[in-house]
């Protein structure tokens, strides 16, 4: 049997201005729980674009001038090879960092446009056998000012300070999002038990003229989805406003030329958008049919 | 129309409500359940709704089992019994005309045919200058006629009445034997439960006596005792 969209509507509407503080309550837990929840998955990806050169234990990297002769380039190779503090080496070549340019700066397509693949330095990313931060320091410091390098640049204790800071408020974030959405999925139960309770009369009279199931428990069930969507909203409105003004911050502000690229590109935004919307829709579900199920098919 | 075979109804506590019960009720009938407080009437009514199921025992709908019935199933069932109850249950915060529409909306009719048919069945009653009432605003015997007119207004084939007298005083209780006696002339089965001995003697109808759950008595145009 269908149910008319009117008669949804109107009896969820019903039902949440019932309760109406318990359901703001629940709408604020639910956005805050999703917006730390998003808020990790923006700062993961914003740490991880921020770090990407180095990660695989790279310590540092030489940057070679665009125009290097290959013989400068074979000094360089030699060097690397030659020297038993070096594990290993991997060379960037201009198109691959030209691939890598791209994805950094996906964004700002003006930018991409501008800057051709031959005027990006190929680069040098090296692995020493001893992370210790004097050792790369002195290692690192055999390159510079040699014929054909632009630029050498250490991974410092700051880079593995930020990512080891940004695990450990990556784990904060996380638990405290899982908890606060075990949190919200209580609370939509207990607004949807607290609206089948003060409901029981009309309830009792569906049952006796012969009303299914499912007519009975639509309407809660839209409850509880309705509170989680706009839980959800509104985390998205604060994930919004996290990229915009404090992810984007590290790069406006160019003062923190170590976190050079700590942003989100358009992708990740909307794939954590969508998680967000997907993960409320989960806790709606479980919380709806919990209430349904133990409080009113009994 | 209504048929039991060897039905028992036990709660917990082995507290037995209905025993070995076994009657055939027939189309168009109106039977009294009478009997003391106690005595199982109002578990006979739930039974014949699915509202409880037997023990042991078959219970027949117009020659379907109602025992076997899906959980699923049981709300179409329903759609065939009015129910009438002693307190009214009507919803405090709709009108007369919401109470009654509130059945056919919940079942899934249609706004054109709820708008046809809660100011004919609203007509029936006697209630079409009071639609737009709230339960409060009526009297005791006016909510009942409510109450009728929403268990009434899907045109059920059977129509159950637990003590629809019980809260009435007698002049108004008249009034509503009445319009369930004209209810029945349109064909539909009525069970109604009572202690309403000046009814059951004046309407002189089929009576069944229960005691402690035994029909002690079945007698056709029956008399309270």
Known sequence: MAISPIYAVRETAQNLWRNVLLTAATVITIGVSLWLFGGFFLFNYAVGNATARWEGGIEFVVWMNPDASPAQDAAIRTTLDESPE??????????????????????TPELIAAVPAEKLPPSYRVVPTDPNADVVRELSNQFKGRPGVRSVVSADETIRAIQTQADKIGIVFFTGS???????????????????????????????????????????????LTQAVMGALGAW?????????????????????????????????????????????????????????????? | MIKLENVTKVYK???????????????GEFVFLVGASGSGKSTFIKLLNREEIPETGTIYMAGKDIGSLGSWKVPYLRRNIGYI?????????????????????????????????????????GLSSKVENFPDQLSGGEQQRVSIAR????????????????????QTSVGIMRLLDRIN?????????????????????????????????DQARGVYE
């Open chain 2, 151 to 170: 268990a009434f207004v899907n045109r059920p084939l059977i129509l159950l009445a637990d003590e629809p007298t019980g809260n009435l005083d007698p």
């Open chain 2, 85 to 125: 109850f002693q307190d009214f249950k009507l919803l405090r915060k709709k009108t007369v005309y919401e109470n009654v529409a509130f059945a056919l909306e919940v079942i899934g009719k249609p706004r054109q045919v709820i708008r046809k048919q809660v100011p004919a069945i609203l007509e029936l009653v």
């Open chain 2, 185 to 217: 002339r349109t064909g539909t089965t009525v069970v109604m439960a009572t202690h309403d001995r000046g009814i059951v003697d004046t309407m002189r109808r089929r009576v069944i006596e229960l005691d402690r759950g035994v029909i002690v008595r």
């Open chain 1, 178 to 224: 899982v908890i606060l959405l075990g949190a919200a999925t209580l609370l939509i139960l207990t607004n949807i038990v607290s609206a089948i309770k003060s409901r029981s009369e009309e309830i009792e009279i569906m049952k006796v003229v012969g009303a299914t199931n499912w007519f009975i428990r639509i309407p809660f069930m839209i409850e509880g």
């Open chain 1, 237 to 298: 409105g604060g994930l919004w406003a996290l990229d915009r003004w404090v992810i984007r911050g590290f790069n406006d502000t160019n003062s923190l030329a170590l976190l050079d690229g700590f942003q989100v590109t358009s992708s990740e935004f909307m794939q954590t958008s969508l998680m967000v919307l997907g993960i409320s829709v989960l806790v709606s579900v479980i919380g709806s049919a919990v209430a349904v199920t133990r409080y009113l098919d009994a």
């Open chain 2, 13 to 27: 506590g082995d507290v037995v409500a209905l025993r070995d019960a076994t009657i055939d009720i027939a189309k």
């Open chain 1, 86 to 107: 070096i594990r290993d080496w991997t060379y960037v070549d201009q198109d691959q960092a030209y691939e890598e340019f791209k994805v950094l700066f996906a964004d």
